[in-house]
């Protein structure tokens, strides 16, 4: 009789500490948690939507966003400010320094070409970058006719295919901002019209000119401004994905679009591959998402963004880069500020890692012509 009294006991006791359990589970505090918990999931589900809708199934090499980027001069004059743009009236940088397809082939560029065409390039003045001592003033073998200065620290400036009229001659010490000479009239070597060769070395080995100067207000900030495609890396790179815009005469307007604008092809089809992941063959709306990859107008499928031609959307999209570009602050990535909600001008897109994708293609579509 005790052994079943004490079983019972027992028993209660147990039913009593599950009952205990259990009420603990509904209690209102454990509610609260679990409920904020869930909240906690859905949002991090909604916020990482766009990503996961937007992701390539392809693994790319990671990027560091910046490293390309030369958001502003990161050398200044030994005087404290900023060192002098070389032609105040051109900011049209027409060839970067590295690597640039000159139709021959690739080959290594050693300065920057500064051109705006042939009407508002030949005869343009130029001025020193710095203060320092003229050491070449006339022809120069690669450089047409030159002007070479030692600015001392080990930093020289050349100044290439240049006019026969010059305002200095060897040994001349030259003050920054001076005017040295012109650009020279006519072809000059390879090249396809006048233009101002400028280089800078240090110690001896080029750097790139855009560390030390920026031009004056461009358009579209250097980074992004126009640069060939190389299309036949980039027709077997797209071939590969089994992309629908694997078309010479597509890659061919978008270059086009590109020169029109000066905004960089590369870059105008690195949005296609956020957007719409270079638009894969298999994709059922293929043909009509390749006549507006960039969206532009809102979306490829309805309204005025489904009325254009392939040409047009270029055309807008890079027109849209130009006017995003506008008001950058001095510091922020350039691609970054094309879909930034502080931009003054609106934004390219609405998910915030548009620029993170972008600049992820960008970088290997830049790769593809051969340097950095
Ligand atoms: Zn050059």
């Not at 009789?1 to 509904?26: G, P, R």
């Not at 396809?192 to 100067?213: C, K, R, W």
């Not at 979306?299 to 027109?319: D, F, M, N, R, Y």
Request: aromatic letters at 8%; glycine letters at 10%.
């Amino acid at each position: 009789m005790e052994n079943i009294v004490q079983k019972t006991t027992e028993t209660v006791q147990k039913a009593k500490k599950a009952w205990a359990v259990v009420s603990l589970l509904f209690s209102p505090y454990v509610l609260v948690a679990v409920l904020l918990i869930l909240i906690c999931l859905l949002v991090g589900l909604i916020v990482s939507f766009p990503f996961l809708l937007a992701s390539d199934q392809d693994k790319l090499t990671e990027v560091v966003p910046n490293s390309y980027v030369v958001a502003a001069p990161s050398q200044i004059d030994a005087d404290g400010t900023l060192y002098f743009w070389p032609v105040p009236s051109i900011a049209r940088v027409s060839s970067k320094f590295g690597y640039r397809d000159i139709g021959e082939g690739i080959e290594g560029h050693r300065g920057i070409d500064i051109a705006n065409g042939k009407e508002k390039t030949e005869n343009q003045p130029i001025y020193a970058m710095a203060a320092g001592t003229v050491t070449l003033a006339g022809s120069a073998s690669g450089y047409g006719r030159a002007i070479y200065i030692d600015h001392g620290g080990g930093l020289v400036t050349k100044y290439g295919h240049l006019s026969a009229q010059m305002d200095v001659s060897v040994g001349d010490v030259v003050q920054k901002g001076q005017r040295i000479g012109y650009i020279g009239v006519g072809l000059v070597g390879r090249s396809t019209g006048p233009h101002l060769h400028f280089q800078i070395e240090m110690n001896g080995s080029a750097v790139n000119p855009l560390d030390y100067v920026q031009p004056p207000g461009a358009d579209v900030p250097v980074e992004l401004s126009y640069r060939s495609m190389n299309i036949p890396e980039v027709l077997k790179f797209l071939e590969k994905r089994k992309s629908a815009l694997a078309d010479v005469n597509i890659l061919a307007l978008i270059d086009a679009a590109g020169q029109k604008t000066n905004v960089d092809p590369n870059l105008l089809l690195a949005i296609t591959g956020q957007e719409q992941s270079f638009v894969p063959k298999k994709n059922n709306h293929a043909s009509e998402i390749i006549k507006n990859p960039w969206n532009v107008f809102g979306c490829w499928c309805s309204g005025k963004g489904a009325t254009l031609t392939t040409e047009e959307s270029a055309v807008i999209a890079a027109k849209t880069i130009v006017k995003l570009s506008a008001d950058r602050p001095s510091g922020r990535n350039p691609i970054e500020w094309l879909s930034a909600k502080d931009n003054p001008k609106g934004y390219y897109a609405e998910h915030n890692g548009w620029w993170i994708g972008v600049s992820k293609y960008y970088k290997v579509l830049l790769d593809l012509r051969g340097g950095t």
